[in-house]
């Protein structure tokens, strides 16, 4: 079973950077997609980014278009979430996620079958 563990959150001023990094445990020939998803206290998961294991494909939600880049490094087994001009509203678990049937809507928590633990990042001044 592969292992998806994150890493690199943590606290951040306004207007400060992370990045936040997922690596997989094995090699992964199956993937299709991989995410990153976030959840705020009281609030239900929401996509952030996809890429698609090609990395030719990617999507970045409106709320983060910009200031946001996920990437992923084929060699290592490992995703990337860039995150610039960080924001209180950014504050929430984020969390590493990865589908391997590419009929599915990348863009919805079902569709994913491998998630990580989270990993806390938290915007304060």
């Not at 705020?40 to 996509?47: C, F, T």
């Not at 990395?55 to 200031?67: F, I, L, M, N, P």
């Amino acid at each position: 079973q592969v292992q998806l563990v994150e890493s690199g959150g943590g606290l951040v001023q306004p207007g400060g950077s992370l990045r936040l990094s997922c690596a997989a445990s094995e090699r992964t020939f199956n993937f299709v997609t991989m995410a990153w998803f976030r959840q705020a206290p009281g609030k239900v998961r929401e996509i952030v980014a996809h890429i698609s294991w090609s990395g030719r494909v990617s999507y970045e939600a409106d709320s983060v278009k910009g200031r946001f880049s996920i990437s992923r490094d084929i060699a290592s087994n490992t995703l990337y979430l860039q995150m610039n001009g960080l924001n209180p509203e950014d504050t929430a678990v984020y969390y590493c996620a990865a589908r391997t049937n590419r009929y599915t809507n990348p863009s919805v928590r079902t569709a994913y079958e491998y998630w990580g633990l989270g990993t806390q990042v938290t915007v304060s001044s």
